[in-house]
């Protein structure tokens, strides 16, 4: 399983606002999205947005973020956006108390 954080500086014109809108009519065409299990819309006050997504594998990640969805930032933002990837190991879901471990503790590692 694959964390991607994705981010991207939002030009000067587009506010709070504005990207909220945009999130809220881009966000449910993401049901659809091979490999995609999860993905938080963010932003922050100094005008960075982004997403961070969930991925099945690495490749379902690399593969999406070509393309259509890249032309898309680069048109709308006027320039790449930072993704970074991370293996995901374990998830807490706080609500429910339950705990995924994605991947098996090795049999000579100790928790740190």
């Given at each position: 399983?694959?964390?991607?954080?994705?981010?991207?500086?939002?030009?000067?014109?587009?506010?709070?606002?504005?990207?909220?809108?945009?999130?809220?009519?881009?966000?449910?065409?993401?049901?659809?999205?091979?490999?995609?299990?999860?993905?938080?819309?963010?932003?922050?006050?100094?005008?960075?947005?982004?997403?961070?997504?969930?991925?099945?594998?690495?490749?379902?990640?690399?593969?999406?973020?070509?393309?259509?969805?890249?032309?898309?930032?680069?048109?709308?933002?006027?320039?790449?956006?930072?993704?970074?990837?991370?293996e995901?190991?374990?998830?807490?879901?706080?609500?429910?108390?339950?705990?995924?471990?994605i991947?098996?503790?090795?049999?000579?590692?100790?928790?740190?």
């Open positions: 399983m694959i964390t991607a954080i994705v981010r991207y500086q939002l030009p000067a014109s587009i506010t709070r606002a504005d990207c909220i809108a945009h999130f809220h009519k881009i966000a449910p065409g993401f049901g659809e999205v091979q490999g995609l299990l999860r993905k938080h819309f963010i932003w922050n006050e100094t005008g960075s947005a982004g997403g961070i997504y969930l991925w099945e594998s690495i490749a379902d990640a690399k593969a999406f973020y070509q393309g259509p969805w890249l032309d898309g930032i680069v048109a709308r933002y006027g320039m790449y956006p930072e993704i970074e990837y991370f995901t190991f374990a998830i807490t879901e706080v609500k429910t108390g339950e705990v995924h471990y991947e098996p503790l090795p049999a000579k590692a100790s928790a740190a």
